[in-house]
């Protein structure tokens, strides 16, 4: 069964839409890549199918089931904006996920703090962005989710940070589960991609296995991206 | 899973709410031991007696505003602002939710409203015995006068919770109502608000309009004295009951298949 699958998917925002009859199948063990500029949709998407934004048509289901409480026990969503408690301390908020989240492993989380240097007992509201960032990652990946689901996860972190996320959701590989990353960042991450998807103006122009792409236009992804979306 | 949520909300709260309190309850014992020293002369100890006075009368409205500002603040950011983010991903359900910020709220003016009397009678001189000696009168008057008084005196206690709980839901209500604009949506809370308040008063004018030209004598006369009061708080309690029923079912409509997180 398909880990994530939508039909129809619409949203307007007024008069706005910003999706357009998305239809769309995601398997178990793979790694999507959600590509598209800035306002194409993504995060839109991303929100629909964490059951943060009502579609206006169209129907989403992860494992098989419609948004809500039991999808989003398997479910790990990192968002593109800071969503921690300002007064946590980091030790805090990993006791938080895992007070609610069955499988977050802790030690998982511990072994991820030390190697990007963080320390449990700073307050989040000391952090600055990019650090936040970087622990909010650390928070959705000591999941063993069926599904990641990362919003821009390396947009705001430095380049040697942007290498361990994506070592990171390499290795955590696992067949279960799917990770789909929406990302304009392109060049960054097309090595780890199984799968591809191009959002433009709310509509999927390509849907396909990286690799058939690449040998179907005789060109890396990056460069596709930058054809599909010329300006 | 409500237990986890109530937890931290009251952790989140507390850090705010548990300190002021101690400041009113100290402050309010040092203004009262300025008072009990005598000035005999000496104008200037009536300074800060006066302070204190004033310090202790602002903690007090102070009190009031921040349990109003906490539970806008604690509904708006931590459920539709950024923090939402999180609290919407969690493995709860919408109930849940409403129900973990709704307890934590009332909680908080309760034992605002028992601080605050605590300080007062700290405060003033002499009138703490005055005021435990008024409690014992007032509970004595109110109860044992037959098991139909005291039931109709439970459900007018209870009565004046819910209206609080209804208070409550009427800002996670507006708040929740606002995710209908795209824009300034602080600023379409606030004229929900507004609406839904004034809709109230309508309702309840005219509900007790209907109850005043309807002639019920003829079974009212025949019912006992006991039962009458009964009656009467149970029509109280059940009018504050369906308002927060309503105001409830409307904010989990709203946060549960309306949801639209900026």
Same mark, same amino acid.
């Given at each position: 069964m398909a880990i994530l699958e939508c039909s129809g998917l619409t949203k307007r925002y007024g008069t706005r &839409?910003?999706?357009?009859?998305v239809s769309l199948t995601i398997e178990p063990g793979r790694i999507v890549g959600l590509l598209g500029p800035n306002g194409s949709g993504k995060t839109t998407f991303l929100k629909i199918c964490n059951g943060l934004l009502t579609p206006s048509n169209g129907t989403v289901l992860i494992d098989g089931v419609a948004p809500g409480a039991a999808t989003k026990s398997c479910v790990s969503f990192l968002p593109e904006r800071t969503y921690l408690n300002d007064w946590m301390t980091v030790a805090q908020i990993i006791d938080f996920f895992s007070d609610f989240y069955p499988d977050f492993s802790r030690e998982k989380a511990y072994s991820m703090l030390g190697s990007l240097n963080l320390?449990?007992?700073?307050?989040?509201?000391? &952090?600055s962005k990019g650090t936040k960032e970087k622990v909010q990652l650390i928070l959705v990946m000591a999941r063993q989710a069926k599904l990641y689901l990362l919003d821009e996860p390396i947009g705001g972190v430095d380049p040697a940070a942007r290498d361990y996320i994506l070592n990171t959701i390499i290795k955590n590989y696992n067949p279960e589960a799917s990770v789909v990353l929406s990302t304009h960042l392109i060049a960054d991450i097309e090595t780890i991609l199984d799968d591809v998807i191009f959002l433009k103006d709310g509509t999927v122009t390509h849907a396909a296995a990286a690799d058939e792409l690449r040998e179907k236009n005789n060109m890396s992804i990056d460069g596709l991206f930058r054809e599909v979306f010329k300006c | 899973m409500l237990g986890k949520l109530l937890k931290y909300e009251f952790r989140s709260t507390g850090r705010v709410f548990l300190p002021f309190y101690g400041a009113l309850v100290v402050v309010a014992i040092v203004t009262r031991i300025l008072n009990s020293v005598k000035p005999s002369g000496r104008v200037g100890l009536i300074a800060p007696q006066l302070i204190g006075i004033v310090v202790t009368a602002l903690m007090l409205g102070a009190v009031c505003v921040i349990a109003i500002i906490l539970t806008i603040q604690r509904f708006n950011r931590n459920l539709l602002g950024d923090e939402g983010y999180l609290m919407f991903t969690l493995p709860v359900g919408t109930d849940s939710l409403i129900w973990s910020k709704l307890i934590v709220s009332v909680v908080w003016f309760l034992l605002s409203a028992v601080f605050g009397l605590f300080a007062i009678a700290i405060l003033t001189p002499n009138l703490t015995r005055e005021i435990l000696k008024g409690i014992g009168v007032l509970f004595r008057d109110l109860f044992g006068h037959g098991a139909a008084r005291d039931f109709s005196t439970v459900i007018y206690l209870l009565s004046g919770v819910l209206s609080v709980v209804w208070a409550v839901l009427s800002v996670y209500t507006a708040g929740s109502l606002?995710?209908?604009?795209?824009?300034r949506r602080g600023l379409a809370a606030f004229g929900f608000w507004i609406g839904i308040t004034t809709v109230a008063q309508i309702i309840g004018t005219l509900l007790l309009t209907w109850a005043t030209h309807i002639d019920y004598s003829a079974w009212w006369n025949e019912l006992s004295y006991g039962t009458r009061e009964v009656l009467g708080s149970l029509a109280v309690c059940a009018t504050a009951l369906v308002g927060s029923a309503a105001l409830y079912i409307i904010t989990r409509v709203m946060l549960k298949r309306r949801l639209n997180l900026e």
């Open positions: &839409l910003a999706l357009d009859r320390s449990s007992r700073d307050r989040l509201k000391t &952090l | 606002a995710m209908l604009v795209n824009r």
